[in-house]
């Protein structure tokens, strides 16, 4: 789920990825590789607010409330007000949410 999570958030900052596995799982239990590469062209805001939701609705679904990745991306994994409202903080340059 976690890596299912991160995969998407690299989606939302405008990058193509691929999650698969690279060691067989009788070797180690983190055995996933999340390759991801720069998106030609810039994407439409439609298409960022599908993947907003599809994040929400996994976070929803395990019951995730909190995401480091996301955190620091400025990226709310709950929703913030209505079902279809999409959040995304604004960050300084040190990380934090402004006040």
Request: no cysteine; glycine share 8%.
């Amino acid at each position: 789920v976690t890596d299912a999570m991160r995969a998407i958030l690299l989606e939302i900052a405008g990058y193509n990825t691929q999650v698969f596995e690279f060691i067989g799982g009788e070797h180690t239990a983190k055995n996933v590789m999340i390759a991801a590469t720069k998106m030609k062209r810039r994407q439409s805001d439609e298409e960022r607010d599908d993947k907003r939701r599809r994040l929400m609705d996994l976070a929803k679904l395990h019951g995730i409330k909190r995401q480091r990745l996301a955190t620091l991306m400025g990226e709310s994994i709950l929703p913030t007000g209505g079902e279809n409202e999409l959040k995304t903080v604004r960050r300084n340059l040190s990380g934090m949410a402004p006040l």
